[in-house]
C-alpha cells in the first residue's frame, strides 16, 4: 500500500542542508542589524526621535521585525522537533501511566505534540478511550495551548528570558497540578455517558503506517509551520505591537501602575476573569503585556491575563462541551484559574 | 467505486482535505465515493486523533494536516 514515491531523493540531502545552514546565517546578520536599521527609518521620519510619537514609532518599526524574525526561526525549529512527535505516540506512551509522573510527562508531550485545538475533541477521546487516565488527559490538553512556542518567543523576545521561562515553569507546573488534581477528584463519570462507553473497542484503532522521514522532509514540516503560523499571527502582531507602541508612547505610568500594580489585590483575580471570554492567541496578546510591564503593571498581574487569555477561552469550552458535562468544565475552568490566581499571587509576591 | 471517508469536525483544513480527494480522483478518472464524517463518536472509533484524517475503503491511510497532493493520488491509485 505505501507506494508513495519518496518526496526527495537523498541526492538532494546536502542542498538542503547548505539551504538551512544559510538561511540560519543571513538570519542571525539581518538580526543584528535590526536595531540601527530601525533607529535610521525613524529618523527619516519627520517627527521629533524623542517625542511620545518619535517612541511610539521607534518601537514599533523596532518590534515588528524582530518579533517576525524569532518567530520565523523558533517556528522552524519547532516544526523540525514535532515532526519526531505524534499524538499516537504520545498516546501510547502516556496510556496506563499512573498519576504523578503520568501528569508530569503529559505536560511536558503536550508541549512538544503537534496539536491544534480543532482536534481537540478527537484527540481527547483518543487518549481516554486508549486508557489514558483522565486527569493525564487534562494535563495535555492544559499545557498544549499554554505553552507554545509563539507564546515563548513573544515574551523572549519582548520582555527578556527571564519571564519567558518563568512562564514555562509555571505553565507547566499549572499542567501538572491541575491535571494530578482533576485526576485525584475522580470524575470519570462526569463524562458525557458515551465517551465512558467508548473506554472498549476503539483502544487499538489500525494507525496509519509511518514511511520513515528523512531530514528534508522534516525541514519541509518545519517550513509549513511556518508558512502556517505567520499566516494565521502576522496581522496580530502587528496590530498588538502597534497597540503596545500607544501605551508605550501616550499612556501615562502612574495610571497603569494604580489600575494593575501589585498594591491592588484584586486587580489578579480581575485579570483571570477578564481573560476568560477573551479569545486570542498569544501573537495577539503579548505585545499588550509587554506595554503593560513597561508602564508599571504588576508582573503577576500581566502572566495571569495572558495565561488565562491563552489557557481558558469560551470557544474551546463549547468544543469540549461534546465530551464533557457542563459541571466537568466548570471544575476544570474552577482548578486551572485556581492555579492562574496562584501563579498570580505569587509573582505580585516575590518581584 | 472506491469510498473515500474524511474525518474531522468540520474545520477549514477539513473541507480543503475533501476538495482535494475529488480533485484527486477527478484527474486520475478513478470514481470515488466521498463521505465527511463529523461525529466526534465516529472519528474516535475510527482511531483518527489529529483531524483531517483520510480513510480509504475501510483502511485509514492519514491523519493530522493538510495532505499533499501527490500522495492522495498515490493512495488512490493503491
Known sequence: MSTELPLSTPRHGWSWHLGVVAFLILWALIYQQLQPLSEGLTSLLPVERHSHTGEAIAFFLYDVPKVLFLLTLIVFAMGVVRSFFSPEKTRAALSGRREGVGNIMAAGLGVLTPFCSCSAVPLFLGFVSAGVPLGVTFSFLIAAPMVNEVALVLLFGLVGWPVALTYLGFGLAIAVVAGWVIGKLRLEGWLQDWVRDLHSGASSPATVTDTPLTLVDRYRQGITAVRDILAKVWLWVILGIGMGAVIHGYVPQELMARIMGADAWWSVPAAVVMGIPMYTNAAGVIPIVEALLGKGAALGTVLAFMMSVIALSLPEMIILRQVLTLRLIAVFIGVVASGILAVGFLFNLLF | ?78
Request: glycine share 12%; proline share 5%; with cysteine.
Open chain 2, 1 to 78: 467505486m472506491k469510498s473515500v471517508k474524511v474525518y474531522g469536525p468540520g474545520c477549514k483544513r477539513c473541507e480543503t482535505t475533501a476538495t482535494m480527494v475529488k480533485e484527486a480522483a477527478e484527474k486520475l478518472g478513478i470514481a470515488v465515493d466521498v463521505e465527511k464524517v463529523t461525529d466526534p463518536k465516529a472519528i474516535a472509533l475510527a482511531g483518527v486523533m489529529s483531524t483531517p484524517g483520510i480513510a480509504i475503503d475501510g483502511k485509514l491511510v492519514h491523519t493530522g494536516g493538510l495532505p499533499e497532493a501527490a500522495k492522495i493520488e498515490g493512495w488512490l491509485r493503491a
